[in-house]
């Protein structure tokens, strides 16, 4: 929640799902989501349009918060990753009935957590052609 936000509104929610049952069911809905068989838990970020300041920076101010979780889980010695469900409609549909989200929460992505089995190395993913300086 330390996040920055678009006017400091911090449009989330968080969901923490620990209910064996429930994560079954957000597998049947994500099919990319079976590291959940092995997480110990699974935060949903939910996104409430109706608590911005300023129109659409919700999908901004939930990214930056998914962020700053998977920096502290990896500070923690936890293994997380970022499974998108925003914008798929299916996926939005099915966490919400699911979940018994209200119709102005957005389900956005969901961090499942837990102990990793390796460790992987950081990957050097820069690209200088993808740097533009003073202009494009």
């Keep these: 929640m330390a996040a920055p936000s678009a006017g400091n509104e911090r449009p989330w929610h968080f969901v923490v799902v620990r209910d064996r049952r429930l ?13 959940l068989k092995q997480s110990s838990v699974a ?14 920076f919700w999908v901004q101010d939930c990214s930056a918060a998914v962020e700053n979780m998977l920096i502290m889980a990896v500070e923690l010695n936890l ?7 925003y ?6 549909r099915g966490l919400r009935q699911l979940l018994g989200l209200p119709e102005n929460v957005i389900p ?16 050097d993913r820069y690209d200088e052609e993808r740097v533009h300086r003073d202009g494009w």
């Design 23 to 35: 994560m079954q069911g957000i597998m049947e809905v994500h099919p990319y989501a079976q590291m």
């Design 43 to 56: 935060v949903l970020i939910c996104g409430d349009p109706t608590l911005e300041k300023y129109p659409g």
């Design 79 to 85: 293994g997380a990753v970022w499974l998108g469900i």
């Design 87 to 92: 914008p798929i409609e299916e996926r939005v």
């Design 108 to 123: 956005f992505a969901l961090v499942p957590i837990g102990h990793p089995d390796e460790e992987k190395r950081p990957l």
